[in-house]
């Protein structure tokens, strides 16, 4: 079983006295800031200084900015995204980590695959939220909190746990729970579950099962509604009991249909390729065809997303979404 941390295992006072530089300030960045703020940690934020938005948001929400530059703290928790982290580590980090520092991640990828290699003299921790910034604020705010996951790496001052639990105690995770896990864990597992299930795998099945419905002669609109829209209320029911709760919930028609149709759509072949994909993590190839896709400028990256931008779905929806008056406007 799983080892879970709550408020009762971690203490502040791990992070009393120290400066915590976080270093970006965008979804995670801006909410952990805050959040260890209002817990009464000091805590700064590290920005470039061409982020003319990040400086301007950071300054209004009260927080002390510097430039990377300027980088120095006790614990530098790297914010930032993936593929700018080690450029961001090398220059103006690497030289400013100090014997029993500790050094900070929300994503084990840089540190599991070697982009970043720290010194052997700082303790290297992750707590990783499960869940998006906003809504780590939010719930703090609330005086809840998400769940997250947390992993020591490298520990040079014997508290390196202690320290990381105590972040998260900060950023209000501890009020839910805390997972032990490692940074290998915590990467290969995202990873997989961000390409086969929840961004890859859910838009290849959406996008798919709506070319079908159009080109049997079926309204977009109806198809929209049908393999989009209602996904979501599906999910929810998940998300809230699990999938036997969405069982429960839905019509013995769909009961009866989804339980003997859905494994022909999601067979033995799928999963073969499900454990390919996951091969390919472990072993690091999509880690360093993603890194050389960085070095060339992303050109199949950018090119995919286009497709994606461009996809009859996508032009369909919007004009759908503008019946439904509670959703945000695009």
Request: glycine content about 8%; hydrophobic content about 40%; some cysteine.
């Amino acid at each position: 079983m799983a080892k879970i941390y709550r408020d009762s295992d971690a203490d502040l006072k791990f992070l009393r006295g120290k400066e915590v530089c976080i270093v970006g300030y965008g979804s995670q960045g801006h909410a952990h800031a805050l959040n260890l703020k209002d817990s009464g940690i000091d805590v700064v934020v590290a920005l470039p200084e061409w982020d003319k938005t990040s400086w301007e948001m950071a300054k209004k929400d009260g927080m002390k900015v510097v430039k990377l530059e300027e980088i120095e703290g006790d614990v530098i928790a790297m914010l930032i995204p993936d593929m700018v982290q080690p450029d961001v580590y090398n220059r103006y980090v690497k030289n400013k980590l100090k014997e029993g520092n500790m050094l900070l991640f929300a994503h084990g990828f840089n540190i599991h695959f070697n982009q970043i290699v720290p010194p052997s003299y700082v303790d290297v921790t992750m707590v990783a939220p499960k869940g998006p910034g906003p809504l780590v604020r939010r719930m703090f705010v609330e005086g809840k909190g998400v769940p997250a996951l947390v992993a020591v790496q490298q520990n040079y001052s014997g508290e390196a746990l202690q320290r990381a639990l105590a972040y998260a105690k900060g950023i209000g995770a501890t009020r839910t729970g805390v997972i032990e896990t490692t940074f290998k864990e915590e990467t290969e597992t995202d990873l997989f579950g961000e390409q086969v299930d929840l961004c890859g795998g859910v838009a290849e099945m959406i996008k798919m099962s709506f070319e079908v419905l159009v080109e049997a002669g079926y309204q977009p609109e109806v198809a929209y509604f049908e393999v989009l829209h209602e996904l979501k209320l599906i999910v929810d029911l998940i998300y809230e009991g699990g999938i036997y709760n969405m069982w429960k919930a839905v019509s013995e028609t769909a009961k009866y249909g989804g339980m003997t149709r859905g494994k022909r759509i999601f067979t033995e072949n799928t999963k073969h390729e499900m454990r390919k994909i996951l091969k390919e993590i472990q072993s690091g190839e999509f880690a360093k065809e993603w890194i050389l896709e960085n070095m060339a400028g992303r050109p199949v990256y950018n090119k995919l997303l286009e497709i994606e931008r461009n996809h009859p779905i996508e032009k369909v929806g919007a004009e759908m979404r503008k019946l439904i008056p509670w959703l945000k406007r695009e």
